[in-house]
């Protein structure tokens, strides 16, 4: 096979949550164990860091491979989903996975594939495992898919795991309460590892307090050992940081390229796993935390998040695609000054629009949509229950239609919003982003 035709094999012929949903989950680690012993263990080949959490994975994800990167570390890393390119997945210094190894692996291994049947990323966390082996690494960074107990990644033992939130996602797998979502993601605290919770909740801080004692596993919560207490965004487009650390301001000057309000709450957990990284004996000086996160974007390639695409109209796409993500973006976007705010919208059929649909501002023009997967929501649904919430607009068969209408009526004084689920977004960039790339 050569890339295109294993790309469409693994499209085609294994099931993509991505794609389907539910039927794409397994809640076992039975294919994931078995896979495992079959490629003889690959993780163990070189050190690891787990994230998971419900939102701001990527955000911390990709902070800390650059600051590592930046400390002269050979790094891999394994994020889940991809909007442009399947690659994106799998990195090694910010560099794509090269298309002859996903050839070569899914032509190498095609056997097992067909007869064990595994899932989407039961395929790409192997593939992951695999290439991060061969390249000899020195650590890699893994993001969970789906939760953490079942995670097909959870074979790993990683020197620090985090958890960055939780807040109400995929509940249809992971529970329907915040103390269920909660003991999911609590399955990656490990035996003797750090664990670092990014968000102190305290409905849920037992949860975490126990499970690490279990463990015999020191916890630490980022928000009580680093405070972010402001932050603005500089003229030449950086997010300006104030960061405290017992009261004291520490990290003078840092700056980053991601643009969101809600990466001060990555910040205090990125800062705290580096805390404990140097504790673990890896190298790191002031100079690459500075610079880890001023290059993030350039270092790791970072896409999707509170993206400021254009000026006039003012253009912003982010993947944020559940209730406490959507609150976090329409609170950064109602800040912003503006006359008129047009908003490309739609979301995932599994998603309950309706505790999402309630935090979209009444005053702005919407562009109701779907993206080209299977699991979209229908655009005249989705408009139908908006009505109820007082929103307003048109509906469009796609992300592409609904982006030119709303550029077509936008005047240089209005925002333009992309949003409401990663798959919108994803679609916007297949249609349209090489147009802003090319007049940047």
Known sequence: MDYKQAISYIYSHIPMFQSIGGPAYKANLQITITFDNY???????????????????????????????????KVGLYTSPHL??????????????????VANFITNNLTIIENLKPTF???????????????????????????GRLDCTNIINPLLSVITNISFDHADLLGNTLEKIAFEKAGIIKKDTPIIVGETQDNLKNIFVKKA???????????????????YITNNKFQNFSVFYNDNKVYKGLQTTLLGKYQKKNTQTVLTCIKILLQKGIEIDSENIFNGFKNVTNN?????????????????????????????????????KHN??????????????????????????????????SRAKNEKELFAEATNFGL?????????????????????????????STFIVADFYNFFYHLFCNSK
């Open 39 to 73: 490629f003889k263990h690959p993780h163990k080949n070189f050190k690891t860091i787990h994230i998971a959490g419900t939102n701001g994975k990527g955000s911390v994800s990709n902070l800390i491979a650059s600051i590592l990167f930046e400390a002269g570390y």
């Open 84 to 101: 442009k390119d399947f690659r994106e997945r799998i990195k090694i210094n910010g560099n794509l996975i090269p298309e002859s190894e």
């Open 121 to 147: 990323f039961e395929v790409t966390t192997a593939l992951a495992f695999c290439y991060f082996k061969e390249q000899k690494v020195d650590i890699a960074v893994i993001e969970t898919g789906l939760g």
């Open 213 to 231: 004692k279990e463990q015999n596993s020191k916890i630490y919560f980022a928000d009580k050992i680093y405070n972010v207490k402001k932050s």
């Open 300 to 336: 790791t390639h970072f896409i999707g998040r509170w993206q400021i695409l254009s000026e006039k109209p003012f253009t912003i796409c982010d993947i944020g695609h559940n209730e406490a993500g959507i609150k976090e973006n329409m609170s950064q976007l109602l800040k912003l």
């Open 340 to 373: 008129n705010l047009h908003i490309v919208f739609g979301m995932v059929a599994d998603k309950d629009s309706k505790k999402i649909l309630k935090h979209l501002p009444k005053k702005a023009i919407y562009y109701f949509t779907k993206a080209k997967i």
């Open 392 to 420: 307003n607009g048109n509906c469009f068969d796609t992300v592409k239609d609904a982006y030119n209408s709303a550029k077509s009526k936008a005047t240089s004084t209005d925002i333009i919003y992309i949003g409401g």
